[in-house]
């Protein structure tokens, strides 16, 4: 059975102090490894894919990176519209047909001005 | 590009009873998948409909149901409310089945009482 850990549960940051976000995984056959952004009310935004160990990918303030056991969702210089859940999933699974995501129960960052 | 849709946006129903929720997908988008979010549980997966079939289906009881139409909407039924059935139900979309770069609704907030 797939898992994913997101560590800290809860992150609470100054305004420009950079921090990481945590996901550990266990999956039989990564597939892909998701980064999504939830706001208050709204469904989860899509950020990034990652496919395989050292694969890096970068989106303005956010850079994600993936060993064979964790991704870490790197925030450089934050600003307080960063503020939200970011949560991580995994794609298992050996092939064939359509595999759900498995979801990690996310970090709730807060960026304080 | 309008985005994924979800109607309705509230429910309240008893024990019991049944209730349909609806999904709209993104225009060309033929894959959609339905998750239940609680805030012990995190982010579910229930199942995946491409082309009217479903793909994969999560750990839910069979109380839980869904279909897709010809024109990609998709609707999920759930039979026999309980309460521990109250949760935000969320719907994506996606371009081919499998992926997990998935666009997400705003969500059906249900609650059972």
């Known amino acids: 059975e797939d898992q994913v850990t997101q560590s800290p549960e809860a992150l609470r940051l100054q305004e420009g102090e950079s921090s990481s976000l945590n996901c550990s995984y266990t999956v039989s056959g990564l597939r892909g490894l998701f980064w999504y952004r939830q706001d208050p009310g709204k469904g989860p935004e899509f950020l990034f894919t990652l496919y395989s160990a050292g694969e890096e990918k970068e989106k303005e303030r956010l850079k994600a990176t993936l060993t064979k056991k964790e991704s870490f969702l790197h925030i450089t210089a934050p600003k307080p519209e960063d503020s939200a859940t970011y949560l991580c999933a995994v794609q298992g699974g050996s092939g064939g047909g359509a595999d759900g995501l498995t979801f990690g129960k996310g970090t709730h960052l807060i960026i304080q001005p | 590009k309008a985005g994924v849709t979800q109607t309705p946006r509230y429910l309240i129903k008893t024990r019991g009873q049944q209730v349909t929720l609806s999904c709209s997908p993104i225009s060309g988008h033929r894959s959609v998948s339905w998750y239940q979010q609680t805030p012990g549980q995190g982010l579910q997966f229930l199942f995946e409909y491409f082309s009217e079939t479903q793909r994969n289906k999560g750990n839910f009881p069979g109380r839980f149901s869904g279909r897709q139409f010809s024109n990609s909407r998709s609707e999920m039924n759930v039979s026999t409310l309980e309460l521990g059935d109250s949760a935000l139900y969320l719907c994506?979309?996606?371009?081919?089945?499998?992926?997990?770069?998935?666009?997400f609704g705003p969500g059906t907030r249900l609650t059972v009482l």
């Open positions: 994506a979309s996606s371009l081919m089945t499998g992926s997990g770069a998935q666009y």
